[in-house]
């Protein structure tokens, strides 16, 4: 991929909210460039969603999360794209992943509450056919998300005016 | 008589006729003589004000990348805190003469021709106390980092400043260094990317002048600290001209590409007798470099690349954006090439660079350094570092606006 394509995208994954204007300046590139070239990243499926990083451990109220890990059985029709696909359609899942090791398949679920979660596993998930074993694991704290770090931290402080 | 009896009568007369005590009187001279720096000064007045945008500050805005911390940490763990030869780790000058090979395209010798120092500011001072005799003159183009100067007059030497102008980019000119030239000169000081302008000088701007180095048997000094944050081509040493491997000594460290200011981890390189001459008045003033700041660069030169890159990319966007922003505020400025400093131009508002940077810090707290604390030729500009937030540098644009717009009201 071109630099300038890797460019912008680096700029929007930090920033979603910047203006083909804010970018143009950042890159040294005419506006009408980077529209363009952002239009072509979102045709292609490069550019999926833009979004906002949320901490919600600061929000009444918030939600439940649960990293679950399955073991699968897998039959001459049926490979583990059928089975993860199955799964990342309920709307509870937010991420889907095939995994190497003790699991094949692992997935992120959130829910209002314990209760809620732990059923849409048993019911849902664990009665999949091909589904073997599931192992639940909810998630007390985040520490870091996508990169940001959620804990506050006291800030080194610089100098105000040095050499 | 006994020795301790001259003593308790001393003494006595001592306390029967005082004698004024004067420090000032056990000054030297130079040291007494020699102005404080311009920063030091403003720094003062900042002390206590609130809620004041900073972009007065000389160092990265970045701390220093997880991993080379945490490799000084374990080094730390593992007791590594004793000296390390005079002229620091071998394994560190070992990678400094790979890395040295892999951008300049020049070869040292790890064991005669590099010496670990305690920041760039020591091999600044090592490099003058070890080439100057009384007398000798050194060229510094100006406007340029404080301490060359006190540096070079503390050596013993005699300062020579040339001036550099805004419509030559900043750059040393054939014309002017020739002027200065005299009898009694015997080095030239280079820092490309240069602090406070951003300028750089090109390989072709290099070659100009050269031959004067040449002509006039000059040793030439280059400061190149921010050499990794250059943003227009590749980053040029003197070193590297046909011929001038010999005649300079390259001065370099880590504080500034690779956020490490506090770590205190610089380095000089060149011909044997000098770095030679310059480990003398090292070993017998600092020794040796931190050992755990050794440890931590070493780590840094091995593993720290991706971030030296990643930290450049972000520099130059802050670039451009706050020269654009400049731009639109209509302060002249020169487009930085290096660095992360921006130099604009504020002559058009009528006030001298202090009274702009005093009155802009008393009646909007945004903190920048007046451009006559780096020479007499910065007067009229206003340096302002741009390693600070994105957030932070449009809001002290527009205090700057608000500035601006109360002036001309």
Redo the contacts between chains.
């Keep these: 991929m071109r630099d300038f394509a890797k460019?912008i995208l680096?700029?929007l994954e930090e920033n979603a909210r910047a203006t083909s204007g804010e970018i143009a300046?950042?890159?040294?590139r005419p506006e009408g460039e980077v529209a363009a070239e952002i239009k072509s990243l979102e045709d292609s499926g490069i550019i999926r969603k833009y979004m906002t990083m949320i901490n919600w451990e600061k929000v009444d109220d918030g939600y439940v999360y649960a990293i679950v890990e399955l073991k699968v059985s897998l039959s001459r029709d049926k490979g583990y794209d059928a089975i993860a696909e199955r799964i990342s359609r309920f709307s509870e899942v937010q991420s889907v992943r095939l995994i190497s090791g003790d699991h094949d398949i692992s997935f992120t679920v959130r829910g209002r509450s314990m209760k809620d979660v732990a059923f849409f596993v048993t019911e849902k998930i664990a009665t999949l056919e091909g589904v073997e074993a599931t192992c639940t694991h909810f998630v007390l704290k985040s520490y870091k998300e996508h990169g940001v770090i959620l804990y506050d931290r006291v800030q080194?402080k610089?100098?105000?005016?040095?050499? | 008589m006994t020795r301790s009896e001259t003593g308790s009568k001393n003494k006595k007369l001592a306390m029967e006729k005082p004698v004024l005590w004067s420090p000032e009187f056990h000054l030297s001279s130079t040291v007494r003589d020699m102005p404080p720096s311009g920063i030091r000064k403003f720094f003062d007045i900042v002390v206590g004000m609130e809620d004041v945008i900073s972009l007065g500050v000389g160092e990265p805005d970045f701390p220093t990348p997880w991993h080379i911390r945490e490799a000084c940490i374990y080094s730390l763990e593992c007791g590594h805190t004793s000296y390390t030869s005079n002229k620091g780790l071998i394994e560190l000058r070992e990678i400094l003469a790979e890395s040295t090979k892999e951008e300049l395209d020049l070869d040292y010798d790890p064991e005669e021709e590099i010496l670990i120092t305690t920041g760039v500011s020591e091999a600044v001072d090592l490099a003058f106390r070890a080439t100057l005799n009384p007398g000798d003159e050194v060229i510094v183009p100006q406007p340029c980092y404080v301490a060359y100067v006190p540096d070079v007059l503390l050596a013993g030497g005699v300062p020579k400043p040339v001036a550099t102008r805004l419509s030559e980019e900043f750059k040393l000119r054939p014309e002017d260094f020739r002027d200065a030239i005299g009898e009694r000169t015997k080095a030239l000081v280079l820092s490309y990317p240069n602090n406070p302008t951003g300028a750089i000088m090109t390989r072709e701007d290099l070659e100009e002048i050269a031959d004067l180095v040449v002509e006039n048997d000059l040793l030439v000094i280059s400061d190149e600290v921010y050499g990794k944050l250059t943003y227009d081509g590749d980053h040029a040493s003197f070193a590297q001209l046909e011929g001038m491997r010999g005649r300079t000594v390259v001065l370099n460290g880590l504080s500034k590409s690779c956020a490490m200011t506090g770590w205190r981890i610089g380095y000089a390189i060149g011909d044997p007798a000098i770095i030679g001459a310059m480990t003398k008045v090292h070993q017998y003033t600092m020794l040796c470099a931190p050992t755990m700041a050794q440890v931590a660069a070493v780590e840094a030169f091995q593993r720290g690349d991706s971030e030296v890159k990643a930290m450049k990319r972000e520099y130059d966007r802050r670039r451009r954006l706050f020269v654009s922003e400049l731009e639109r505020l209509g302060l002249p400025c020169f487009e930085p090439k290096g660095a992360f400093y921006a130099f604009p131009s504020i002559e058009g508002t009528g006030l001298t660079s202090e009274e702009f940077a005093e009155q802009l810090l008393k009646e909007q707290r945004v903190a920048a350094v007046p451009g006559n604390a780096f020479g007499e030729s910065g007067e009229g500009f206003l340096r302002c570092s741009y390693a600070t937030s994105r957030e932070e540098i449009l809001e002290a644009v527009d205090r700057i606006e608000r500035f601006l717009a109360d002036l001309s009201a």
């Excluded at chain 1, 300046?25 to 040294?28: E, I, K, N, S, V």
């Excluded at chain 1, 610089?158 to 050499?163: C, G, H, K, S």
Aim: hydrophobic share 50%; net charge negative; no cysteine.
């Design positions: 460019d680096e700029v300046t950042l890159l040294g080194p610089r100098l105000v005016v040095t050499a």
